[in-house]
């Protein structure tokens, strides 16, 4: 069941209205169609591309508003939600793909492949993951700016309008995650021994 | 960090953050101060800086993948600016258009088909400044592919219709939307014929013909921006970087730092990869690896590497494959791995059966060899200056190929082979045979130069007939030498190819003295170059005999013929015969209308000579007329002054006149540095000699100033077993030797010895002079019997080559007679001349 163009832009004019439930309805839409497309572009690009959030988002963004003009605020937090999107596939793959490895099948996702990075990067996105989770504890807004600019794509500018926080905060709190994250990943795979 | 909490973490991200700003050494001062006594801040500050820099985990190499495309390696601000959608967006309002979607998106500018508001069947193609790349630079750019655009009417060129800007202030225009496929995909879907290929091909080339007669340099030809409609027109499409050739243009409008120029790697050519100039010829060479594609579906070379440093290596150092080969090579791997995707006429269907695919290539790889091999290769070629001179000499040539007329480019291809043929056998004779198409190559311009005086004597149409028979001469010679399938066992020496021409000159020159006489001298002139001097001399003197024979009396041709002759003769080392040769010639000269300044390097030459057979004051006179007429001509801070200078100060020292040798070479250094920079090998040599001549003189350190600035210098210019490296060990060793450190002396005197005995001939002087010194280590330390052996004889070939009274034999004599007064159980031979005191003139 296909999303029609203009339940989409109804739902995201209504969250950007401030209708939160409207994101939990336009979540698994806009999901279908991230790896609808994915799925094409995998077909017509090389083999061994990887997947480019950025080129798949602004695909999806496109397909779902039709021709519709519109502003650039909706458009940033399409943006923000395909971040957090592309992360849930990312990590639920790794996790069914670990789960699997181990023979178990605690998870039944159905996941396309097309969403995976390599195998041997699975550990290594469950635990930034986790990482996020932690992070999001002390601090949700640099954790979501790191989601953002990680799974989504997304530029510093464009971090900031959506975060509606000057762009300099939204370098000083990348950079400063960054060596946080660095140091739970560490962690992490240390444990993991 | 079980105790971390959001207070805690806020904090310690403060301190993080203005701690990231700071250089790595005030970092830890900073933290502590700021933190004073809260030691768990401290801590955590203290270690989370040491997870600054980028690791190898997830975050920073498996998440590369997902960063986006244009962000920099350290993320920082200058990744900034809207995202490139709100460049453009559908539905867009620009001008009078209306975005429909975006098509491509640039370096500097993102393209958009869009329709006319008025009249939605009117497409065009929309570019736009991308806002977070706005620039002054870039603004001139755009502005100036506007204007190029707008200059090129043409059917292969993209029309412009009209720009302006939009309501954010960015400026824009509208170009004709060409609906195709890159010219590469299009050859290839429809997999046409090679012939088609070719015509497509020129019609592209008229294109930017049009571009280039309108002084435009389009610098970016590639596929990508050469689409083809379904008509089956080729369309340029992007002048994003193009470039006026009109100096005041360029020089306004384009100050394209080298480096910064964005391009296209695989279509780029040598000077766009180095930074240099741009010009027509850039294009020429874009177009040939567009060609070169068309016809076979490879790259001219393997690009397949990521880095850009090896990328511009192979593009400016190797030789393409030639289209031919490459079709071949194709076959060879694309039988084995059928998975490309990419087919071209060249390679027949995936589907049909191997021995067809087979038959095919050869049929195509023959259909390429010869005429398309070399058009294309002329067009690759490194230097510009050897490609096509145009692009529509270049498109002519494609035309006469289709036409099944003789190629241009096919013309002195025998050169361009050999080379190619001598590059690939890096062996010795290959250098050799290298050098002796160098030679051969000069002495034919000069030759030319010459004959332009001989025209007045000569009936014109007589000089232009010995002129072809000459280059075709040359020729014939080279094609019979260089050609792979005609030499034996594939390698050619520079020695058979020489007697080979011995054999044809002889032959074909019958009855043509003059033509004869100069053919021999080129060849002389090529053992010569290549050190072979006893086989230089027969031909070189046979030359000067015809031609003695020829001209009545002074003439040009018959001085030049002496002056060669001389000019072996002195690298030969035979310094009489040469002193005799070079005084004829001189005279000639002179008679002729010569001056000084003319002559000044055979008059060195002269003076050398007369330095090293012992003709000091004759050496003098000549040199000083040199450095006169080099003061007069040049100015006296000149480096052929400084060459003179040099000269005359070696001369005073090698007479034993170190007192007056200080002056010229301090000056001679001077100058050289000046022009130089400290840096140059021949400030490196003007430094040795003058601390020769400040150890001659007794003053050690001065001289040891000297010496110590020199040897890193030279070994890191010319490497560690460079003959002039060796030099400056030598001249240390005597210093050292003086210094009263005899093992020094000999540890540094040994590898120079090695060095001498491996470049020089058996009997040199610069060995015997460098095996004195040794003897003289040898005497010092007591081992009397090789001291004796070594000193005896490097005294009798200094004796016998650089004359009693330099300063070498001098000091050779002298250091027998000191091994005899310390060797107290033999006696000097009776014959041995008495010593005589080196210090003072």
């Known amino acids: 069941m296909p999303p029609t163009s203009s339940e989409v832009s109804r739902l995201l004019d209504a969250w950007s209205n401030g209708d939160t439930k409207a994101l939990d309805q336009l979540m698994p839409l806009v999901a279908d169609e991230l790896r609808v497309i994915a799925r094409r572009l995998f077909k017509t690009e090389s083999a061994g591309h990887t997947l480019q959030p950025t080129a798949l988002v602004n695909e999806a963004y496109i397909k779902l508003r039709g021709q519709r003009k519109v502003q650039w605020n909706s458009r940033a937090e399409f943006f923000g939600v395909a971040a957090n999107m592309i992360r849930h596939i990312l990590v639920d793959y790794a996790r069914?793909?670990?789960?699997?490895?181990?023979?178990?099948?605690?998870?039944?996702?159905?996941?396309?492949?097309?969403?995976?990075?390599?195998e041997e990067q699975d550990a290594g996105v469950i635990a930034l993951d986790e990482a996020l989770k932690d992070l999001a504890m002390l601090d949700p807004r640099q954790s979501r700016i790191v989601e953002l600019r990680i799974f989504g794509g997304l530029k510093f500018q464009e971090i900031a309008e959506l975060e509606k926080i000057g762009r300099t905060t939204v370098w000083r709190e990348w950079k400063t995650a960054l060596p946080w994250l660095r140091r739970e990943l560490s962690r992490s795979s240390a444990c993991r021994g | 960090m079980a105790a971390m909490t959001p207070e805690l973490w806020k904090r310690a991200k403060e301190l993080l953050a203005a701690a990231q700003e700071l250089e790595t050494r005030d970092r830890e001062s900073f933290v502590d101060e700021a933190c004073q006594d809260d030691v768990a801040l401290r801590e955590e500050v203290a270690e989370l800086l040491e997870y600054e820099e980028p690791g190898v985990g997830i975050l920073d190499i498996g998440l590369g993948l997902l960063r986006p495309p244009e962000s920099r390696e350290d993320g920082g601000l200058d990744d900034s600016g809207a995202g490139s959608l709100s460049a453009l967006h559908e539905g867009q309002r620009v001008g009078p258009y209306e975005v429909e979607r975006v098509l491509a998106e640039g370096g500097m500018g993102t393209v958009a088909l869009a329709v006319r508001e008025d009249d939605f069947s009117k497409q065009v193609a929309l570019k736009l400044i991308k806002p977070e790349k706005l620039s002054e630079d870039l603004l001139r750019r755009f502005q100036m592919e506007?204007?190029?655009?707008?200059?090129?009417?043409?059917?292969?060129?993209?029309?412009?219709?009209?720009?302006?800007?939009?309501?954010?202030?960015?400026?824009?225009f509208a170009m004709e939307y060409v609906e195709g496929v890159p010219i590469d995909r299009y050859c290839d879907a429809g997999r046409l014929s090679i012939r088609w290929r070719l015509e497509l091909f020129l019609k592209v080339c008229s294109a930017v013909e049009v571009a280039h007669h309108n002084l435009v340099v389009h610098r970016d030809l590639k596929p990508g921006n050469i689409l083809v409609t379904a008509a089956g027109v080729p369309k340029l499409i992007d002048f994003g970087i193009a470039k006026p050739l009109g100096a005041e243009l360029a020089a306004k409008s384009l100050a394209t730092a080298p480096g910064t120029t964005p391009m296209t790697v695989k279509y780029a050519s040598p000077e766009q990869v180095r930074g240099k100039q741009i010009n027509t010829a850039t294009d020429i060479y874009s177009l040939g690896v567009l060609l070169f594609e068309l016809l076979t579906g490879e790259a001219p070379y393997p690009l397949d590497s990521s880095s850009v440093i090896e990328l511009a290596r192979v593009i400016c150092e190797e030789e393409p494959q030639k289209p031919s080969s490459a079709i071949r090579h194709r076959q060879e791997t694309h039988s084995a791995d059928s998975a490309d995707a990419r087919q071209t006429a060249a390679t027949p269907s995936r589907n049909r059966r191997g021995e067809s695919r087979t038959s095919d290539t050869r049929r195509i790889s023959r259909r390429l060899a010869g005429d398309l091999d070399s058009i294309v290769l002329?067009?690759?070629?490194?230097?510009?200056?050897?490609?096509?001179?145009?692009?529509?000499?270049?498109?002519?040539?494609?035309r006469r190929h289709l036409a099944g007329l003789p190629v241009i480019a096919r013309e002195g291809t025998f050169v361009y082979r050999a080379g190619k043929y001598l590059r690939r056998n890096r062996r010795w004779l290959a250098t050799?045979?290298?050098?002796?198409?160098?030679?051969?190559?000069?002495?034919?311009?000069?030759?030319?130069?010459d004959r332009q005086i001989e025209r007045v004597k000569l009936d014109n149409l007589r000089a232009e007939n010995q002129a072809n028979m000459l280059s075709g001469l040359l020729k014939n010679l080279f094609i019979k030498a260089f050609n792979p399938d005609e030499a034996q066992g594939g390698s050619l020496t520079a020695s058979e190819v020489l007697d080979r021409g011995r054999e044809l000159i002889t032959a074909d020159l019958e009855g043509e003295p003059e033509l004869l006489a100069m053919q021999l001298e080129a060849m002389g002139m090529v053992y010569e170059e290549l050190g072979r001097y006893d086989r230089a001399r027969p031909l070189l003197a046979d030359s000067l005999r015809l031609r003695r024979r020829f001209y009545n009396g002074d003439h040009p041709l018959l001085a030049r013929g002496l002056n060669n002759m001389a000019a072996c003769f002195y690298r030969a080392g035979d310094d009489r015969r040469a002193e005799i040769l070079y005084r004829e010639a001189l005279w000639m000269r002179?008679?002729?209308?010569?001056?000084?300044?003319?002559?000044?390097?055979?008059?060195?030459?002269?003076?050398?000579?007369?330095?090293?057979?012992?003709?000091?004051?004759?050496?003098?006179?000549?040199?000083?007329?040199?450095?006169?007429?080099?003061?007069?001509?040049?100015?006296?801070?000149?480096?052929?002054v400084a060459t003179s200078l040099f000269s005359l100060g070696t001369l005073f020292y090698v007479r034993g006149d170190f007192e007056a040798a200080e002056a010229p070479l301090r000056k001679a250094l001077g100058i050289r540095s000046q022009a130089f920079g400290p840096e140059h090998t021949k400030v490196a040599s003007a430094r040795s000699t003058l601390g020769r001549i400040l150890h001659a003189q007794g003053r050690l350190e001065e001289a040891e100033e000297h010496f110590a600035a020199v040897p890193e210098l030279l070994r890191k210019r010319l490497g560690e077993d460079h003959i002039q490296v060796a030099f400056t060990k030598r001249d240390l060793a005597a210093l050292r030797l003086d210094q009263g450190d005899p093992a020094a002396a000999e540890l540094l005197l040994a590898p120079a010895l090695r060095v001498f005995r491996q470049t020089k001939p058996e009997g040199s002087w610069v060995i015997a002079d460098a095996e004195s010194l040794l003897g003289a280590c040898l005497t010092t330390t007591g081992r009397y019997e090789e001291a004796e052996?070594?000193?005896?004889?490097?005294?009798?070939?200094?004796?016998?080559?650089?004359?009693?009274?330099?300063?070498?034999?001098?000091?050779?004599?002298?250091?027998?007679?000191?091994?005899?007064?310390?060797?107290?159980?033999?006696?000097?031979?009776?014959?041995l001349p008495p010593n005589e005191p080196i210090t003072g003139s």
């Open chain 2, 590 to 640: 002179r008679r002729l209308g010569q001056e000084d300044i003319d002559l000044a390097k055979p008059m060195s030459n002269l003076a050398t000579i007369l330095m090293n057979l012992g003709k000091y004051e004759e050496a003098e006179e000549e040199y000083r007329r040199v450095l006169e007429s080099r003061e007069r001509v040049y100015g006296c801070e000149s480096t052929d």
């Open chain 2, 789 to 831: 052996a070594l000193l005896h004889r490097s005294y009798r070939i200094l004796r016998e080559q650089r004359s009693e009274r330099a300063i070498y034999t001098r000091k050779a004599l002298s250091r027998l007679h000191e091994l005899y007064a310390a060797w107290h159980e033999r006696e000097a031979p009776g014959d």
């Open chain 2, 432 to 449: 050799a045979s290298f050098l002796l198409l160098v030679v051969l190559a000069s002495a034919m311009m000069k030759i030319r130069a």
């Open chain 1, 96 to 118: 069914h793909r670990q789960a699997k490895k181990r023979g178990g099948d605690v998870l039944k996702i159905p996941l396309d492949e097309v969403f995976a990075l390599p």
């Open chain 2, 146 to 172: 506007r204007q190029i655009l707008a200059s090129l009417a043409h059917p292969n060129i993209a029309v412009i219709h009209d720009g302006g800007t939009t309501e954010d202030g960015l400026p824009y």
């Open chain 2, 378 to 398: 002329k067009a690759l070629r490194k230097d510009r200056r050897n490609r096509y001179s145009s692009v529509e000499q270049f498109s002519e040539d494609i």
